[in-house]
């Protein structure tokens, strides 16, 4: 089994910045990728930024030049660094990871973002 844990979520200003983190821990070795989605209640969860075991990272459109992920192999934590945050990127963030063909998910962390 693995877990993720999320961290890092609050509420911030439209402008603000936040970085969510995401641990994994218990049967981890091989963890091919790391992903970062979101959700807004009622809506479907969207893909927002995911990093391969490599490095080679790939975002969402709405988020490009934005956010970055990131990524600590020796950790087993991915990072996501939100800069410039609007209103529209208020929701649940989930860590999903794919561990030897197996997709996990975090139970998500809250980002609020208004004046």
């Known amino acids: 089994q693995v877990q993720l844990v999320e961290s890092g979520g609050g509420s911030v200003q439209p402008g603000g910045s936040l970085r969510l983190s995401c641990a994994a821990s218990?049967?981890?070795?091989?963890?091919?990728?790391m992903a970062w989605y979101r959700q807004v209640l009622g809506k479907q969860r969207e893909f927002v930024a995911s990093?391969?075991?490599?490095?080679?990272?790939a975002y969402t459109d709405s988020v490009k030049g934005r956010f970055t992920i990131s990524r600590d192999n020796a950790k087993n934590t991915t990072y996501l660094q939100m800069n410039s945050l609007k209103p529209e990127d208020t929701a649940r963030y989930y860590c999903?990871?794919?561990?030897?063909?197996?997709?996990?998910w975090g139970e998500g962390t809250l980002v609020t973002v208004s004046s």
């Open positions: 999903y990871a794919v561990v030897r063909g197996f997709q996990y």
């Open positions: 218990g049967s981890i070795f091989g963890i091919s990728v």
């Open positions: 990093i391969r075991s490599g490095g080679t990272a």
